[in-house]
């Protein structure tokens, strides 16, 4: 009988450690994904400052095409075709 303790304490042991190794494991595999996350969030933020700044160049040439054509029209050229 005291064999058999001594075994089911071992194995008790065993589960324990392997417990605590995986708690370990899942503590660093979140403290990854919040850092994932994280490089995620600042990626998005980079490709939204690329589309707001793509938008204003284009507002930019949209308000140039309009000047170039008041331009054209007061000294009544004839406007380039285009490209």
């Not at 001594?6 to 708690?23: G, N, P, W, Y």
């Not at 309009?66 to 285009?82: A, K, M, Y």
Request: proline share 2%; no cysteine; net charge negative.
């Amino acid at each position: 009988m005291e064999n058999v303790e001594h075994l089911i304490l071992e194995h008790l042991k065993a589960l324990r450690s392997e417990v605590a190794s995986l708690r370990s494991e899942l503590r660093e595999n979140t403290v990854r994904l919040g850092r994932l996350e994280l490089g995620i969030a600042a990626l998005r933020r980079e490709a939204a400052y690329h589309d707001e700044t793509a938008a204003e160049q284009s507002v930019r040439i949209d308000r140039l095409v309009e000047r170039i054509e008041r331009i054209e029209r007061r000294l009544d050229l004839e406007p380039l075709s285009p490209a």
